[in-house]
């Protein structure tokens, strides 16, 4: 654990952002499409699997089935995956009962 306090603006300890590496993995595992969202422009919550999704591109661009905002956009390429989830607020994923336990 690394502790900052040269700027004053940041106090308590923190790790670097290897340590979402199971927490995330855990998350990512399930069925994103079961999760509900919130949308950032009009705070419509849904599950993914209602946002009207746009295939006719160089990706995916998903839009709010309520306001119609852009949600979240999905490039990939044969090697990458590109991930924008900036029209979403969270998303609430469903995690199995007998799953890992995370904090």
Do not use: K, Q
Request: hydrophobic share 40%; glycine share 10%.
């Amino acid at each position: 654990m690394t502790e900052r306090s040269d700027t004053g603006t940041m106090t308590g300890r923190y790790v670097d952002g290897n340590s979402l590496a199971g927490p995330m993995r855990e998350l990512f595992a399930v069925d994103v499409t079961a999760a509900d969202g919130r949308c950032a422009s009009c705070g419509f919550d849904a599950p993914v699997a209602t946002l009207l999704v746009f295939d006719h591109g160089p990706g995916l661009v998903a839009r709010c089935p309520n306001c119609t905002e852009v949600v979240l956009r999905l490039v990939r390429s044969p090697d990458s995956a590109w991930l924008d989830l900036r029209g979403v607020v969270c998303l609430r994923l469903p995690i199995p009962p007998d799953g890992p336990a995370t904090v």
